[in-house]
């Protein structure tokens, strides 16, 4: 069910009482917290709400999930807690379509790092994958991520997934820097910043470069590689070892 109640500091930092001492509701990054265990979900409510700048909006139980809910409440990130059920299915048609409209990020959690686990959960639209015991400070540091426009993914299951990518049929797998697709050194050094995580502010402030720009060079890429998303761009950079791009110097 939805939270309704939320705790004495949540309603302090609504207010603009914030731990670090900054002010202000517009300081605040909304979180929402989707789980099938009532116990997870209190858990991560818990220790989300004590943390400087995130406020957790609102909790829901993953069977009664509904888009709606995403309008009443307007969480920037979705912790969705993907055991225990068909996780294709929820992200793709009940999670991901609807959160994409009303402007929500994905990050997806569980206690299972198998590489289809992952990339079902990518290619549903998530944003993120970490394991469910991933600390605090992790968690947080992805959340924030995430909301940036980045991609955040648990290390080991990047490692597996990269693995399982490279050693999959050539019909499956991502179209690879040997073929005709020809990328410009910028986009190159982009790609590899992706694959490190980098948002687009991020990436324009390295390189000195307007944001409008920064985001032309993403649409490119997109269209060049035939990816979707720059959730996908990540881990195509990743699996096919674009990441060294990053510290490319171009003139």
């Known amino acids: 069910m939805p939270s309704t ?24 990054l909304p979180v929402g917290v989707c789980s099938g265990s009532s116990v997870y979900r209190a858990g991560l409510m818990t220790v989300l709400r004590d943390i400087p700048g995130i ?23 979705l912790l969705m807690d993907v055991d225990g059920f068909d996780i294709a ?36 639209g998530a944003e993120g994958f970490l394991h469910k015991d991933t600390p605090v400070q992790g968690l947080v540091d992805a959340i924030r991520v995430v909301d940036r426009g980045g991609a955040a993914l648990d290390p080991l299951v990047a490692g597996e997934l990269v693995t399982a990518l490279r050693y999959s049929a050539p019909s ?20 590899g910043m992706i694959g490190h995580g980098l948002a687009n502010v991020e990436i324009a402030d390295r390189l000195k470069l307007g944001r409008p720009t920064v985001k032309s060079h993403i649409s490119s890429l997109l269209r060049a590689l035939d990816l979707r998303d720059r959730t ?15 510290a490319l110097p171009v003139n």
């Open 89 to 124: 299915d929820m992200l793709a048609r009940q999670v991901v379509r609807q959160t994409a409209e009303h402007a929500v990020k994905v990050l997806a959690l569980s206690a299972h790092l198998a590489p289809d686990t992952a990339m079902k959960v990518l290619r549903g």
């Open 55 to 77: 406020d957790v909006v609102a909790e829901w139980d993953t069977t009664r999930y509904s888009p709606r809910l995403l309008q009443d409440h307007r969480p920037r990130v």
């Open 172 to 191: 499956e797998a991502a179209v690879g820097p040997d073929n005709e697709v020809k990328l410009t050194p910028r986009q190159l050094q982009i790609l």
């Open 232 to 246: 996908q761009l990540a881990v195509y950079a990743c699996v096919h070892g674009f990441r060294s791009y990053a």
């Open 5 to 28: 109640s939320p705790s004495p500091a949540s309603a302090d930092r609504r207010q603009g009482a914030l731990p670090d001492g900054s002010t202000g509701s517009k300081d605040l």
